[in-house]
């Protein structure tokens, strides 16, 4: 079947099962009285209809934030009420054989999944809106001369600055990171949604960071979604350096280390001539006898970067899950989800993420600044 075929009916699937499973988990099933099915059901078709709407005026040229801000929320909720409906329904199987009357064990549910559910959003709201907390990991690099021991690396990821406006937060931020004192300070993509005319306001606190020996960023897939160069070129302006495809070499004592970055592979088909991951391109005339840290957005895009010459890849992307079973989807699909893992001879460092994308919730997966403090096996 050909994706033209696919895509339409995964578009019309999907919806009705977000609203389909609770809908029948909290209303249809609960032999509650006429009223409360009836504005149940009524309830469940408004949000069936609003939700692709406020979507596509939210996010779709021109581009609508209020309505963004709804259909974001939205999804966010329903998708904590669809899990925790399919864990209901598993938990009515065990009230059935442990004998529960039918009545009382739909209803209890009911109730059960709504609490669970109620708790869930105040909570993941406030972990996705406050500023992340720092994850401090140690890094032996191979090859790090001794000049680089204890080396200070912040990485921020997927800030995904947005229809909420979120400048305060960004203004907190700045003041956490220049807080940890960093050497070098990265920004692994993923930096707004939006046009810099419409996220500027928010973005530009980035301008504020401090650090020693230099501040690079690199584009994520949701750059090629608006302005890519647009926002290569702001962030150059606002002090940081561009990794499109290139790298640097810094120098400290009588030893030196290569950072280096390519672009997200979104890029590749984006129309922008020169966009697209090119590790050949990024590490040319770099002395190959060097360290080398490589920022690629992509946790996955190790499996093309790994070997002898990238002693670790710093990435971001997953959001560690942001919500609640999306995690074991991003683990399949990206290889990694947070933290340190290897990959033959690279180590890969996927940062959790600093804020969030769309929904502004994060269930069971916290925010992170992250602090990697780089270790020279010669020290």
């Known amino acids: 079947m050909s994706r033209r075929v696919v895509f339409p009916i995964v578009l019309v699937l999907a919806p009705l099962l977000l609203f389909g499973v609770p809908w029948w988990v909290l209303v249809l099933s609960g ?44 999804l966010g909720l329903v998708w904590i009420l669809f899990s925790w409906s399919v864990l209901g329904l598993l938990v009515r199987v065990v009230l ?21 559910v109620a708790v869930l959003a ?3 709201y406030r972990a996705a809106m406050r500023v992340p907390r720092v994850r401090t990991t140690e890094v032996t690099l191979p090859r790090l001369g001794a000049g ?34 960093p050497d070098v300070v990265c920004h692994v993509g993923d930096l707004a949604d939006g046009s810099v005319a419409q996220r500027r306001a928010q973005v530009d606190s980035l301008g504020e960071v401090r650090a020693k020996l ?13 302005e890519a160069q647009h926002w290569l070129d702001h962030m150059a302006g606002l002090g940081w350096t561009p990794l499109h495809n290139r790298h640097q070499t810094l120098t400290r ?11 997200d592979p979104t890029g590749t088909g984006s129309g922008l001539a020169g966009h697209g991951p090119d590790l050949t391109t990024a590490l040319a005339g770099a002395d ?6 490589l920022l690629a957005h992509q946790p996955k895009q190790v499996l093309a970067t790994s070997g002898p010459r990238v002693g670790l890849q710093l990435s971001g992307h997953t959001h560690g899950g942001q919500i609640w079973p999306f995690h074991y989807l991003v683990r399949l699909e990206q290889r990694a989800l947070r933290g340190l893992t290897t990959h033959g001879d690279t180590q890969l ?9 769309g929904p502004p919730f994060r269930v069971f997966a916290p925010s992170e600044l992250t602090l990697l403090v780089l270790r020279s096996p010669t020290r």
Not at 36 to 62: D, N, Q, Y
Not at 349 to 357: K, M
Request: charged share 15%.
């Open 31 to 74: 032999d509650w009285p006429a009223p409360v099915t009836v504005a149940g059901s009524a309830l469940a078709a408004v949000l069936l209809i609003a939700l692709p709407v406020t979507m596509r005026f939210g996010h779709f040229r021109p581009g609508n934030d209020a309505a963004a801000r709804i259909g974001d929320t939205m």
């Open 96 to 116: 059935m054989l442990a004998g529960v009357p039918g009545t009382v064990r739909c209803r209890s549910v009911a109730i059960g999944v709504l609490a669970v």
């Open 122 to 124: 105040v909570t993941g």
């Open 148 to 181: 680089f021991d204890g080396l200070r690396v912040v990485v921020l990821a997927d800030t995904h600055f947005g229809p909420i406006d979120r400048k305060s937060w960004g203004t907190k931020l700045v003041a956490a990171v220049n807080a940890l004192n």
């Open 214 to 226: 230099g501040k690079y960023y690199i584009t994520g897939n949701h750059e090629y979604f608006s």
């Open 253 to 263: 004592a009588a030893d030196r280390l290569v950072i280096a970055g390519i672009d």
């Open 288 to 293: 190959v006898a060097l360290p080398v840290i």
């Open 349 to 357: 460092y996927t940062s959790g993420g600093s804020g969030f994308w």
